[in-house]
């Protein structure tokens, strides 16, 4: 199972970009799936996160400007963002529970994908 994702780029405050990611693989199931970022010398955190039920969870930061949205039956996640910062500058990482039996849920990642918001 891979998960790739795309979307990444460089756009001026204020500015939108939408990623994407995509589970593939075969005979699997997934949980929760969401975007983490990690900006040059800090930790990942998480953006927002998003369960088969719509559960959703944004972190304070992009709350009212990054909106998650999920296609379960292609098993890919989006995240718009809109309103964009400098301070949202960071390698984008999508994150997805995947179980291989339907059962054992293990977290898988996508390779990074840049965003740079500069003028």
């Known amino acids: 199972v891979q998960l790739q994702a795309s979307g990444g780029g460089l756009v001026q405050p204020g500015g939108s970009l939408r990623l994407s990611c995509a589970a593939s693989g075969s005979s699997f199931s997934v949980g929760i799936m969401g975007w983490y970022r990690q900006a040059p010398g800090k930790q990942r955190e998480l953006v927002v996160s998003r369960n088969r039920g719509g559960i959703t969870t944004y972190a304070n930061s992009v709350k009212g400007r990054f909106t998650i949205s999920r296609d379960n039956a292609k098993n890919t996640v989006y995240l718009q963002m809109n309103s964009l910062e400098p301070d949202d500058t960071a390698v984008y990482y999508c994150?997805?529970?995947?179980?291989?039996?339907?059962?054992?849920?293990?977290?898988?990642w996508g390779q990074g994908t840049q965003v740079t918001v500069s003028s």
């Open positions: 994150n997805a529970a995947i179980a291989l039996d339907r059962i054992d849920y293990r977290a898988y």
